[in-house]
């Protein structure tokens, strides 16, 4: 392939993948102000992040499938074309399932982007440039998601949630016309094989249907819904027999015989369930303190700034020294510090002080800064350098779902433990009782009696409950990290050539 970089090509190449990680968050705290412009309520906001993620999940793979028909150049301006549309769309959405499946639609064309880009960077890069454009693209992997929730909360409270979606449309625009005239010629490759069509389509049933289980199965009432049985037993199939067919297919759609390796195993589950514990961590933090401690987007946003500045900072200082470090050693690191963020978020409650939540925002950014750049190498090298790319798919598949099952499924928890506690709290509120009734008195002087004030007493029941469930969810989060630790120790008596990863070099 023709070199044809220069700094306009790599700024390009990186605002696209920025967009579509961007894209990804943009609805967190803005999901409040949608659903209550076009129906719905702050308890499914979470679908668009949801869905987004499947559909960015279900893309991936495209991206090197559908290359050697079109070109690397011309599938990316058309995958482009496709986000512009369906972001145009998602600002126009009428209604909230609408949107919910444009959101769909905008991860499905934008998934094939991280194989694109990241061919068009390595193909284009010189030696010495390699180690600043992987350094570059694990910091978008790692801050862009925060970006993405505190900008899009201030949009959606200064402006207008739409403008989240027509502010990008010039970008992606621009985009779509710099590619066509750049690299609208580079030739598809005639030695390709097909596209592995039937696997294509039990990977993206799979991933549509169980994860439509994880997400609204809290909502559609559990195993009471037909609609969840369905999806259930057509999801779980699906992934079945993409599994047997990936097997035994010569040239599958995504390369799951790399599960065979060790160190891969244990860098997928690693990234998958980091991600999941930090999307779960930003997506319920933001929502509590939204509506239920009363921070405005503004100062929740300096809050995740304080996270992206600790997570930046670090990753472009010390990725180079990774190289000369056993592996094991900064992904501890890692574990230590998001472990004690979780458990120091689990002692919350609602006298919660801006310092302590920004000192917990902050050990989480240094931890993100010390995990992901390690577990990449991981996948990529332990794989050899002719599956790369089929590494780096499972990498982004690794990411993509662990962060949109992951706020999913902690919401659901979240949920659950405040049903939990305020049915425990509430239960010795009866009228007669002495608590009740010095709260009848207290309230009666600020002018606030019956219903209002019985009102008021399940409004403050309702705050102390949500604290203890944020309590609860973040202890659940702390020891699925001591999981991880558990694990990262076991590789120390592993005694096998695979391990040799680990080491430096």
């Known amino acids: 392939m023709k070199n044809i970089a220069d700094p306009l090509f790599f700024f390009a190449c990186y605002t696209t993948v920025f967009l579509a990680i961007l894209t990804f968050t943009l609805t967190n705290m803005a999901g409040v102000y949608i659903v209550s412009d076009i129906g719905g309520s702050p308890e499914i906001a979470v679908y668009t992040i949801c869905y987004y993620g499947f559909g960015n999940a279900i893309g991936v793979p495209l991206g090197r499938a559908l290359r050697g028909l079109f070109g690397t150049g011309r599938l990316l301006v058309y995958c482009l074309l496709l986000f512009l549309l369906f972001t145009i769309l998602c600002g126009t959405a009428p209604t909230y399932p609408i949107f919910v499946g444009y959101r769909f639609f905008l991860g499905l064309v934008s998934g094939p982007f991280y194989v694109l880009i990241g061919e068009l960077l390595e193909t284009n890069s010189t030696p010495e440039q390699k180690h600043s454009v992987s350094a570059t693209l694990l910091m978008l992997f790692t801050v862009v998601p925060a970006l993405g929730a505190g900008l899009g909360g201030w949009i959606g409270y200064e ?87 990936d097997l035994h297919h010569p040239n599958p759609i995504l390369n799951v015989r790399l599960f065979k390796n060790l160190v891969f195993c244990f860098s997928f589950v690693n990234i998958a369930l980091l991600f999941a ?34 997570a930046a900072i670090p990753s472009v200082l010390i990725h180079k020294r990774y190289e000369h470090l056993d592996r094991r050693i900064p992904i501890a690191i890692s574990l230590v510090l998001l472990a004690t963020s979780c458990f120091y978020s689990s002692t919350f409650d609602v006298e919660i002080n801006f310092g302590r939540l920004a000192f917990t925002r902050l050990l989480t950014g240094f931890g993100l800064a010390f995990f992901l750049p390690p577990l990449f190498q991981l996948c990529t090298r332990s794989v050899g350098a002719a599956k790369t790319t089929e590494g780096i798919e499972l990498f982004q598949m690794a990411r993509i779902l662990g962060s949109a099952l992951g706020g999913g499924i902690f919401l659901i928890v979240w949920q659950r433990r405040q049903v939990f506690y305020h049915y425990r709290l ?51 989060m702390g020891w699925i990290i001591v999981g991880l630790c558990v694990l990262l120790l076991l590789t120390f008596l592993i005694r096998s050539p695979e391990t040799r990863s680990f080491r430096a070099g």
């Open 277 to 310: 514990t930090y999307f779960g961590s930003i997506i319920l933090l933001t929502m509590w303190l939204q509506l239920y401690a009363e921070y405005t987007p503004l100062w929740i946003s300096v809050l995740i700034g304080s996270m992206i500045l600790a």
């Open 159 to 245: 402006s207008h949630w739409r403008w989240l979606f027509h502010i990008t449309v010039p970008i992606i625009a621009w985009l779509a016309w710099f590619f066509w005239r750049r690299i609208r010629d580079l030739p598809p490759n005639p030695s390709a094989p097909p596209m592995d069509g039937v696997g294509f389509w039990f990977l993206a049933l799979g991933v549509f249907c169980l994860g439509t289980v994880a997400t609204t199965i809290q909502q559609l009432d559990w195993y009471r819904s037909p609609t969840i049985n369905i999806c259930e037993v057509v999801g779980g199939l699906s992934l079945l027999f993409f599994i047997l067919w």
């Open 426 to 476: 509430g239960g010795a509120l009866t009228p007669l009782s002495e608590v009740t009734q010095q709260f009848f008195v207290q309230a009666k002087r600020f002018h606030l009696e019956g219903q209002y004030a019985t009102a008021q007493l399940n409004d403050y029941l309702d705050r102390q409950a949500t604290a203890l469930g944020l309590e609860d969810t973040f202890y659940l």
